[in-house]
């Protein structure tokens, strides 16, 4: 839809409150706020049995849950006008339970006991059944009443006082141990509490009619839930991936009121990008930030970018420039639990990496994975920068001038600044830092650098030939970069010899850009650029 169709189409909608951090569908029905309908994938969804569901933080998880205690509890006035309402049966009820771990840091194993069973005593209290379920067990009080039989007594009691299987709902389920993974020890302590809940649902089949557990992350079964294997993971799942977040059908239609002069174009590559195989959608978060504020800002990933993750990928020596282009199995995204933790599949669970295309192969899918969106290349590099560098401000300092150097060409300028740039590091920093000296360090460095100006970078490009290091598609010029971190027996120059011999730059003549080959050669010694020579393709 074009802007201007959009302002056609905004002229006959009622104009609407934006629903920034509304997460209770009544309040969203009840107040005039947007609402995108999800209804139809929910009703699909509510097939099954058992569903687990992932997706990164502030996607819109506990939305989607409450839709769905509202669904089944039989609040049909919520409904009016969604595709919902036509379309479930609404003279059947059921009791919901609803558990749920976002609020709060729980540091030991009292602490979550005492949280689960406070929980346990709101939902008793919900449906008036807490003396049943504490006097079914005789001289038990609730604080000594274990949690899987408390939880147990609660299935079974409401099953039977209501003579209707019982829904479940839990979200965040996996927030005590993510939120304790940098002491493994706690971590430990968290799962098997966790488990000992989680291990209630499988017995109780003949009592459920629906299960949902939602999280950030996706946790081995066998070390969590205890037997729980038949728990459907909708997580990689084409008829699900907008289930969260708004496609861009969505956006146009249900914010055409908000869109008036937004620049569609420079939103999608902001916002847009999240892909579990279906359609692309944007995080909601950041869409409604920004129509609030109408300014292009990392609103997500400033909500706070774990520790425990840039650690990870740094000793795991994860290098800035490869992250971009990782290709990974359904085993590999999955594989993720306290002690064993692919810094690939936490990068891909937490939301700073997603679903490119799925590869053919004749065996097990494949991904390639790469980042969303403009937002979390800009905004991760950044981060990563800093502590590539050592220093918070320094990548800042040079930032806008190596974007003035780039407008007009000036390579010798750009030759000067990184190495200012490098220089600027302190020598003691790279002494004590192992960081400093994995392999690639110094492509990493520079790759970052670019990346994190917001420049359209792509590394590894491939041709028919070979891989180019990185590529900057800039002002109407591409540069090709080669980098070699030297020794003195090499031959200098070459990087850039690569780059001619490879012909590299084929790939690009027919685009009708200037094209710069550059050879980027690395001193570790020195810890500078020692050769930055630049080549222009006639």
Not at 86 to 104: K, M, Q, S
Not at 234 to 249: P, V
Not at 332 to 361: E, N, R
């Amino acid at each position: 839809m074009t802007n201007k169709n959009l302002n056609n189409h905004a002229k006959n909608i009622p104009q609407k409150k934006l629903p920034i951090g509304i997460q209770t569908f009544a309040d969203i029905r009840n107040e005039n706020f947007y609402y995108v309908d999800k209804t139809k994938h929910i009703l699909q969804l509510v097939e099954y049995r058992y569903i687990f569901l992932s997706r990164p933080r502030r996607f819109g998880k506990s939305l989607t849950l409450d839709t769905i205690a509202e669904l089944f509890t039989g609040n049909k006035e919520l409904f009016t006008g969604l595709y919902a309402e036509a379309n479930w049966d609404w003279d059947t009820t059921y009791p919901v339970i609803r558990l749920g771990f976002a609020e709060g840091i729980m540091g030991d194993k009292q602490a979550l006991y005492s949280e689960i069973h406070s929980q346990l005593s709101i939902n008793e209290q919900k449906y008036a059944i807490a003396n049943t379920v504490t006097n079914t067990v005789t001289n038990t009080t609730e604080k000594d009443l274990s949690i899987s039989n408390r939880f147990r007594q609660l299935i079974r009691t409401l099953y039977e006082k209501y003579h209707q299987k019982v829904v479940i709902l839990i979200d965040e389920y996996d927030k005590p141990i993510l939120d304790n993974l940098t002491k493994p020890d706690i971590a430990l302590i968290m799962r098997d509490g966790l488990r000992d809940l989680y291990s209630v649902i499988k017995g109780q089949d003949a009592h459920i009619r629906f299960a949902m557990l939602t999280g950030v992350s996706k946790f081995s079964k066998v070390n969590l839930f205890s037997g729980l294997n038949n728990l459907l993971d909708i997580t990689i799942d084409e008829k699900f991936s907008a289930l969260c977040g708004y496609t861009q059908q969505e956006l146009e239609t249900v914010f055409a009121p908000e869109l008036q002069g937004v620049d569609l174009a420079q939103l999608k590559t902001w916002y847009n990008g999240y892909n579990w195989t279906g359609e692309s959608v944007y995080n909601p978060f950041d869409i409604l930030l920004y129509l609030n504020a109408k300014v292009f800002r990392p609103y997500w990933f400033e909500t706070g970018t774990p520790t425990f993750l840039i650690d990870k990928m740094v000793d795991d020596g994860v290098a800035s420039y490869e992250i971009n282009q990782q290709i990974a199995s359904e085993s590999i995204l999955s594989s993720f639990d306290v002690g064993d933790i692919s810094p690939i599949a936490l990068m891909f669970q937490t939301g700073y990496l997603t679903i490119k295309q799925m590869l053919p192969t004749m065996a097990l899918p494949r991904y390639q994975l790469g980042y969303p969106n403009l937002e979390v290349q800009y905004s991760l590099n950044q981060v990563l920068l800093h502590r590539y560098i050592g220093q918070a401000g320094l990548a800042e300092k040079y930032s806008q001038k190596l974007i003035d150097l780039l407008f007009v060409n000036d390579f010798d300028g750009i030759h000067e600044l990184i190495n200012a740039f490098f220089s600027s590091i302190p020598h003691d920093w790279h002494r004590n830092n192992n960081i400093a000296h994995f392999e690639g360090y110094w492509a990493s460095v520079f790759y970052a650098y670019f990346a994190s100006l917001g420049l359209q970078v792509v590394v590894e490009d491939s041709t028919n030939r070979g891989r180019m290091d990185m590529t900057v598609d800039f002002n109407e010029c591409i540069y090709i970069f080669e980098f070699k971190v030297i020794e003195q027996s090499k031959k200098p120059n070459s990087a850039l010899e690569q780059i001619k011999d490879k012909g590299y730059a084929d790939k690009y003549r027919m685009q009708g850009k200037a094209i710069y080959l550059i050879g980027v050669e690395f001193s570790e010694t020195s810890r500078e650029v020692a050769d930055f020579v630049v080549e222009e393709v006639v």
